[in-house]
């Protein structure tokens, strides 16, 4: 969602095409909020990593899938965007006007509060000592 300077405060939603790797924390960063979606039948098989991106960048996430899921936890114990169910419209709309209304010190907020929990538990250093930590139990075991 994107703020257009206008005074009835209109917001546009912008899908850009693929954008390469060199420069990309602009394109991020750019957004608002970032949409990330996960299918019903998509939790334990897949995981949208955009959700990383936005966290890295510190911006709020609009978030349409299940719970649960690792996005809705994520967002639930760090509060850094909101989750919608797929169909539900209302709740759509509601989440929508709600971040419209946030005003850009309360997203900056939420933005930073991802990021935190990323630096915090989810950086490479962190998930890479806590799979080698799991793989060694597991080689371990008699």
């Known amino acids: 969602l994107h703020e257009t300077p206008d005074a009835d405060r209109n917001w546009n939603a912008l899908s850009l095409p693929y954008q390469p790797l060199v420069g990309l924390q602009h394109s991020l960063s750019a957004a608002d909020v970032h949409v990330v979606s996960l299918g019903e039948g998509m939790v334990g098989i897949i ?3 955009k959700v990383y991106g936005a ?3 510190g911006r709020p996430v609009l978030y349409f899938g299940p719970s649960p899921s690792h996005i809705a936890d994520l967002l639930s114990e760090h509060r ?4 919608v169910r797929h169909g539900d419209v209302a709740g759509a709309v509601e989440a929508i006007r709600e971040l419209r209304a946030t005003s850009p010190a309360e997203r900056d907020e939420m933005g930073r509060q991802g990021a935190e929990a990323l630096r915090r538990l989810l950086s490479q250093g962190i998930l890479c ?3 080698c930590d ?3 139990g597991a080689m371990c075991m008699d």
Request: glycine share 6%; aromatic share 12%; net charge positive.
């Open 134 to 136: 799991r793989l060694e």
């Open 129 to 131: 000592n806590q799979f």
């Open 47 to 49: 995981h949208p990593c």
């Open 55 to 57: 966290m890295a960048v």
């Open 80 to 83: 850094f965007g909101r989750q």
